[in-house]
């Protein structure tokens, strides 16, 4: 009979109990547009996005162009297509590499403590501290060539990346820190093993599925940021499409032709939205409940 001045525990294991019907759905969105981004060279109904149709100039959805044609009369959907290709690998690039290096800081910052823990966790507050916006255009104008208007595929990912590492760094830390402490980890150190096997055998396991759960929201950022410079004309340029350079490109038309800027508006907001249901879902089911003894 249970003692009824216990403490409550927390909240209980449902067996069985999956993620819900939205969650798949997300799964199936994100799945979708990658599938589509990935093998748009080869899918016999994605078109040349560069290929021009004077019967589609700021024409509207139809058989011919499923979501009609933008101001210069290319086929809308390609060229969403194909922005995919160009937003989602900043996005992925950008947060794998954050991922590499903020989590290397992270981990080692949770693990070891002391003067490098003050010392490098500091680096990533003062690095918080800037205006994201306003970093990632400084970082693109630095990277790029003198008297260049915009910035390359390379230059882009490079400077998104170094704005997710120290968002990474901190989410990284905290995750390093519940475990540090852990039985476990003491029962390792007191067999002997190196700091090294320690991390990477007892540490490392525990931390990347909160880690993973996390990029999944990070990509959604960084869409953002990327379409946030491509409005700026900061991104990469045309005539290579991006979600963000679309929206840029059809603003002008809104009066006459509002498709042009909306349909890839809808396309970033469905896609960040799975992509934080999804990351919000798997972060739940992740997260570490302790039982209160």
């Not at 067999?191 to 096997?197: I, P, Y």
């Not at 996390?214 to 946030?228: D, K, P, Q, R, Y």
Request: glycine share 10%; net charge neutral; with cysteine.
């Amino acid at each position: 009979m249970p003692d009824p001045g216990a403490e409550p525990s927390a909240e209980p294991v449902v067996p069985g109990r999956g993620p819900g019907w939205a969650f798949w759905i997300a799964v199936g969105w994100l799945a979708v547009i990658v599938g589509l981004s990935l093998l748009a060279p080869w899918i016999p109904f994605v078109k040349d996005p560069s290929a021009l149709d004077p019967n589609a100039l700021r024409d509207g959805p139809s058989a011919a162009h499923w979501l009609g044609g933008d101001d210069g009369g290319r086929d809308l959907f390609s060229r969403i297509v194909w922005g995919g290709r160009v937003s989602l690998f900043i996005g992925v690039a950008s947060v794998a590499a954050g991922m590499a290096v903020g989590g290397f800081v992270g981990v080692t910052a949770g693990y070891f403590r002391g003067g490098y823990e003050r010392v490098v966790m500091s680096a990533m507050d003062v690095m918080l501290a800037f205006p994201a916006l306003v970093l990632a255009l400084a970082l693109v104008t630095f990277l790029s060539d003198p008297g260049e208007q915009g910035g390359s595929l390379f230059t882009v990912t490079l400077a998104v990346s170094i704005l997710a590492v120290p968002a990474l760094a901190r989410i990284t830390r905290a995750a390093t820190l519940t475990f540090a402490q852990r039985e476990f980890v003491t029962a390792a150190r007191a067999q002997g093993a190196t700091h090294r096997r320690v991390i990477v055998r007892e540490i490392l396991p525990n931390v990347v599925p909160p880690m993973a759960s996390f990029s999944l929201l990070a990509v959604a950022v960084v869409i953002v940021a990327e379409g946030a410079l491509s409005y700026l004309g900061l991104s990469v340029q045309a005539p290579q499409p991006t979600w963000g350079n679309l929206i840029a490109q059809g603003r002008p038309q809104l009066d006459v032709a509002p498709h042009i800027a909306l349909f890839p508006c809808a396309v970033m907001f469905v896609t960040l939205l799975a992509l934080n249901l999804a990351g919000d879902t798997l972060r739940a089911r992740f997260d570490v409940r302790e039982l209160r003894l």
